[in-house]
Antibody
C-alpha cells in the first residue's frame, strides 16, 4: 500500500527543538520530491519546505527559513524536518506530502499526503 | 492574508453547479504557473483534485473540473452531492518573496 506516516510531534516550549519524521512505503521513495505542509488549528494550509528526489535541493517558506531544516534518507525511505527556535505560531498539524514527478519547484504539487502529526508550541 | 485569494465560503443545493475562484497576481497565476486544487474533508488530510490547471488524477470524477484565465483560476463541481461538503484549496508557484509554493486561504463548500 502506498502511504506516508508522520511521527515526532508533541508539546515543546517556545525556543525549543523537535524533529519530525515521515516514513514512506509502497513507492520508490528516492525518485520523488517530498514536502512538508502545515495547518494551524482552524486555519488553512501553509507550505513549509520541500526537497527534490535525487539532487536533494531544498526550498523553504520565509516563515521558517533559518530555523527549519528538511532532509531525507533514501536508504530508510524517510523524510525529516528538524525544527529549532520554535515559536507559538509554529503550532500546527504537520503533513508530509509526495510530489508526483521529478520536476522543478515551479511545477510542484502534492499527490499523496500523510495523516499528519501535531506540534504544539506552548509554555 | 494569503497570496492566492479564495472566497471563505460557497454553497449549493444537491444537483447544482458551484464554482470556487482563486485570484492571484502577476507573480503567480498571471505569470503562467500551474494551479492545483485540493479537497479536505473534515478531520482528514488534503486530497489532490486538480493538477496542471485542468487535469484530474485517477479516481476524481469528471463532474469536477478546473480552469485558468489571466491571474485567476476556478474549480467547478457539477451535480453537487452531500459528500462534496469540504474545504477546498488552490495552490500554485510564486516567484516573489512570498513563494515558492503558495496556497489559497481555503473555501468551505456547504451542500444545502
Amino acid at each position: 500500500e502506498v502511504q506516508l506516516l508522520e511521527s515526532g510531534g508533541g508539546l515543546v516550549q517556545p525556543g525549543g527543538s523537535l524533529r519530525l519524521s515521515c516514513a514512506a512505503s509502497g513507492f520508490t521513495f528516492s525518485r520523488y520530491g517530498m514536502s512538508w505542509v502545515r495547518q494551524a488549528p482552524g486555519k488553512g494550509l501553509e507550505w513549509v519546505s520541500g526537497i527534490s528526489g535525487s539532487v536533494g535541493s531544498t526550498h523553504y517558506a520565509a516563515s521558517v527559513k533559518g530555523r527549519f531544516t528538511i532532509s531525507r534518507d533514501n536508504s530508510k525511505n524517510t523524510l525529516y524536518l528538524q525544527m529549532s527556535s520554535l515559536r507559538v505560531e509554529d503550532t500546527a498539524v504537520y503533513y508530509c506530502a509526495k510530489i508526483p514527478a521529478a520536476t522543478t519547484v515551479h511545477y510542484w504539487n502534492f499527490d499523496l499526503w500523510g495523516r499528519g502529526t501535531l506540534v504544539t508550541v506552548s509554555s | 492574508q494569503s497570496v492566492l485569494t479564495q472566497p471563505p465560503s460557497v454553497s449549493g443545493a444537491p444537483g447544482q453547479r458551484v464554482t470556487i475562484s482563486c485570484t492571484g497576481s502577476s507573480s503567480n497565476i498571471g505569470a503562467g504557473y500551474d494551479v492545483q486544487w485540493y479537497q479536505q474533508l473534515p478531520g482528514t488530510a488534503p486530497k489532490l483534485l486538480i493538477y496542471g490547471n485542468n487535469n484530474r488524477p485517477s479516481g476524481v470524477p469528471d463532474r469536477v473540473s478546473g480552469s485558468k484565465s489571466g491571474t485567476s483560476a476556478s474549480l467547478a463541481i457539477t451535480g453537487l452531492q452531500a459528500e462534496d461538503e469540504a474545504d477546498y484549496y488552490c495552490q500554485s508557484y510564486d516567484n516573489s518573496l512570498s513563494g515558492p509554493v503558495v496556497f489559497g486561504g481555503g473555501t468551505k463548500l456547504t451542500v444545502l
